[in-house]
Structures are given as structure tokens and as C-alpha cells.
């Protein structure tokens, strides 16, 4: 089965912007830009890539597999 991850975060409810680094084929960092100072990190199992300032995936899956995000 074909998945689709999309990872969209936006800081303190939409009001500020952020700034998004692929640190590694597999390792996305967002790092909100306003006062917060707030950064998450995505780590997957699966290669990811940065389209605009989100996060996305796709993978497929057999049945009883699993995929770590």
C-alpha cells in the first residue's frame, strides 16, 4: 500500500513563519522565526524532501510492515 506524509507545522497558531534545513536525506529541522526560538526535528525511516517550507514522504508498505517517523 502507497503512503503520503505530509508534515505542515506552523508556530504559535500560524502567526509565525519558520525556516526549514535538511540536515540528512532522512532529517528535516523547522525552526520557528519569531521571539518562541522553538525548533522541531523530523526524523523517518524513509528519505524525506523539502517542498516550500513543508516536509514530505512518500513510501510503500507491504502488509504487517511498519515505517518509523
Known amino acids: 500500500m502507497k503512503f503520503k506524509l505530509a508534515c505542515c507545522p506552523r508556530f504559535h ?5 519558520h525556516r526549514i534545513k535538511q540536515n540528512k536525506e532522512k532529517e528535516i529541522v523547522f525552526h520557528a522565526s519569531g521571539r518562541s526560538g522553538i525548533a522541531v526535528r523530523l ?27
Do not use: H
Open 13 to 17: 497558531y500560524g502567526k509565525e513563519k
Open 43 to 69: 526524523q523517518a525511516s524513509v528519505p524525506l524532501e523539502v517542498q516550500g517550507s513543508d516536509a514530505m514522504a512518500e513510501f510503500t508498505l507491504k502488509a504487517g510492515r511498519r515505517r518509523i517517523l
